[in-house]
Nanobody
Framework: QVQLQESGPGLVKPSQTLSLTCTVS??????????WSWSRQPPGKGLEWLGI???????YYNPSLKFRASISRDTSKNQVSLQLNAGTPEDTAVYYC????????????WGQGTQVTVSS
């Protein structure tokens, strides 16, 4: 059973970088059937897709982030990370990682989410 667990700083000051990690267990992040994504849900709003990293390390981002986001991976730790530069209060949200299956075309596995608040 695949499990995803997000972790992050909880509170970040404006202009600082948000750094989040998703630790994956029960399956390798390098399997080519899957990709790994980040999404977020601000309070009172819908889910926003942020970006994705493929099995070969290639990435793709939501253009609305205006090049502030960077997704990377550590294959030795089976972790996927998200960095979001120049944080603003609008980045306050619950952040989720998820596994995308190229076979099913589904985001079938999600982490429980981690709250990040950007505030001085």
């Amino acid at each position: 059973q695949v499990q995803l667990q997000e972790s992050g700083p909880g509170l970040v000051k404006p202009s600082q970088t948000l750094s989040l990690t998703c630790t994956v267990s029960g399956g390798s992040i390098t399997i080519n059937s899957y990709a790994w994504s980040w999404s977020r849900q601000p309070p009172g709003k819908g889910l926003e897709w942020l970006g994705i990293i493929f099995h070969d390390g290639n990435t793709y981002y939501n253009p609305s982030l205006k090049f502030r986001a960077s997704i990377s991976r550590d294959t030795s730790k089976n972790q996927v990370s998200l960095q979001l530069n120049a944080g603003t209060p609008e980045d306050t949200a619950v952040y989720y990682c998820a596994r995308y299956s190229h076979v099913d075309r589904l985001y079938a596995y999600w982490g429980q989410g981690t709250q990040v608040t950007v505030s001085s």
